[in-house]
């Protein structure tokens, strides 16, 4: 059985930082892409930074130079690095996984249960 487990989020204020973990069971990185998404209240579920098996990296232009994503293939584990927090990062973040290389919210089979993020301003 597939699992991710997302932790990590809380109440930062704005400038501050964040670092998000995704543990996986029941796959391995290096046949899966791994993407953290985020999602506010009344919009779709966008990606945020992806990282796949052989280690490039996607970001969304708004984290760019502020979030960075790595991947510890012993540890199946996804960190997710945000720094210089806006009150518009505020969101619940989930962590992804996908046989594809993709930014897409549908090429992700399995999810996380989310961690909520808020930064206040």
């Known amino acids: 059985e597939v699992q991710l487990q997302a932790s990590g989020g809380g109440l930062v204020q704005a400038g501050g930082s964040l670092r998000l973990s995704c543990v996986a069971s029941?796959?391995?990185?290096?046949?899966?892409?791994i993407g953290w998404f985020r999602q506010v209240p009344g919009k779709a579920r966008e990606a945020v930074a992806c990282i796949d098996k052989e280690g490039s990296t996607y970001y969304d232009d708004s984290v760019k130079g502020r979030f960075t994503i790595s991947s510890d293939h012993a540890k199946n584990t996804v960190p997710l690095q945000m720094n210089s927090l806006k009150p518009e990062d505020t969101a619940i973040y989930y962590c992804?996984?996908?046989?594809?290389?993709?930014?897409?919210?549908?090429?992700?089979?399995?999810w996380g249960q989310g961690t909520l993020v808020t930064v206040s301003s």
């Open positions: 029941g796959l391995s990185f290096d046949d899966y892409a």
């Open positions: 992804a996984a996908s046989r594809i290389w993709s930014q897409l919210r549908t090429a992700y089979e399995f």
